[in-house]
């Protein structure tokens, strides 16, 4: 289902023939799937904004921290630390679940929940702290929340902090509405349509009703509750992915 899907996302955002203004512009329009990272490239990630949780983003986001606590530090003297690169993520692919788990090994171990977030329930998704080092959020939040508003309001909107800021430095693109919108087109084209009724007859087969807001994801199932029973429903659909020949 997910390459399916996606074939027909590209497809809504290209305006025509994908493979027409691929070759005349030069722009690679095409979905790429990487399955031994159960992650997605879509062609707004590559020209559109900066990917979340990429080693770019994690760079400008420890940068932009670096320059907010200096401001804190020098002019309220509140001695703050910043956010290190380790803190904020290790720039793996992040993994694509929006149409839920498409990997019977990734869904046995996080449910519907996704790998690349934090899961209190899931270790594998704690921030491993360096030996030597300290947590900056634990070591941030000892100050009150009176120094924290402050530092907030006096120091989160200077200029030296749009060096770093990644929505300055990747402000919305040309079509960024009718990318906005795609989501809503997808689902009502027949083709997409199809490709989900399929999806829905596998999931009552095995006794499980889809989500009707939600393709891809189980009424009633609380994604980020990691339970013996949802981990087991989870594999249910990530089979039915499998079934339907997804990636």
């Not at 690679?28 to 990917?51: C, E, F, G, M, W």
């Not at 939600?214 to 249910?236: C, L, Q």
Request: charged share 20%.
């Amino acid at each position: 289902m997910i390459a399916v899907i996606l074939t027909l996302n590209v497809g809504a955002c290209s305006f025509g023939s994908q493979h027409n203004q691929s070759a005349e512009s030069g722009l690679n329009l095409k979905a790429d799937i990487n399955k031994a990272n159960i992650a997605v490239t879509l062609p707004s990630d590559r020209y559109i904004h900066i990917q979340m949780l990429s080693s770019e983003e994690i760079t400008l986001q420890s940068a932009d921290s670096a320059v907010f606590v200096e401001s804190v530090r020098n002019e309220l003297h509140i001695p703050m630390i910043a956010v290190p690169t380790w803190r904020l993520g290790d720039g793996k692919p992040y993994t694509f679940t929006e149409f839920g788990p498409w990997n019977v090994k990734i869904a046995e171990k996080y449910g519907f929940s996704n790998p690349s977030l934090f899961n209190e329930a899931i270790p594998e998704t704690r921030i491993k702290i360096p030996a030597g080092e300290i947590d900056p959020l634990d070591y941030n939040s000892q100050f009150s929340e009176q120094q924290q508003q402050i530092a907030k309001d006096q120091c989160a909107n200077g200029d030296s902090l749009n060096r770093f800021n990644t929505r300055k430095l990747a402000p919305f693109g040309p079509w960024i509405k009718e990318l906005n919108n795609t989501r809503n087109k997808l689902l009502k084209d027949e083709r997409a349509q199809k490709v989900i009724s399929e999806l829905d007859q596998c999931f009552t087969r095995k006794g499980l009703k889809m989500n009707s807001e939600i393709p891809g994801y189980v009424e009633g199932v609380d994604t980020f509750d990691i339970t013996p029973e949802n981990t087991a429903i989870a594999v249910k659909v990530a089979q039915c992915q499998g079934e339907l020949n997804t990636p």
